[in-house]
């Protein structure tokens, strides 16, 4: 009997994460970009997102924000002189289409490590924003 009082005292904080992950509400986001670069951001965030109990869920319509959003090639001073970088342009809007944000990444050696940072900064600003930001 105290092994299965053990087992059950285990359980039950497992099935409460459990509960909790299925149960976050997506944020739906419409994202203006290329296939490529919406594909790669919509993963990134929830990859960084899921730390924030957050999720994000792609939307043509009935969004709570819209994405402007675009990697680009740039040059990057070194010591050993100039060489080709990576970057991220960003905007985010409210679903009324108030701009709450921009900003740009710049320096990452691929496009994807630009996608990679522009989503931390996406969420981070999000989630500083709060849910009075939707």
Do not use: C
Request: glycine share 8%.
């Amino acid at each position: 009997m105290r092994i299965l009082s053990l087992f059950v005292l285990m359980l039950v904080p497992v099935m409460g994460s459990v509960q909790n992950r299925n149960g976050v509400q997506p944020l739906k986001v419409k994202i203006e970009a290329t296939e490529l670069d919406r594909k790669m951001l919509v993963e990134k965030l929830n990859s960084h997102g899921e730390g924030h109990h957050l999720k994000f869920a792609l939307a043509d319509q009935d969004f709570d924000y819209r994405i402007t959003f675009g990697t680009g090639q740039g040059t990057v001073n070194t010591v050993y002189g100039a060489v080709n970088s990576s970057a991220a342009t960003t905007s985010v809007f409210d679903a009324n289409g108030k701009e709450l944000f921009e900003f740009r990444r710049e320096g990452r050696w691929t496009d994807s490590g630009a996608t990679n940072a522009a989503a931390k900064e996406i969420i981070k600003r999000l989630v500083k924003l709060g849910p009075a930001s939707k």
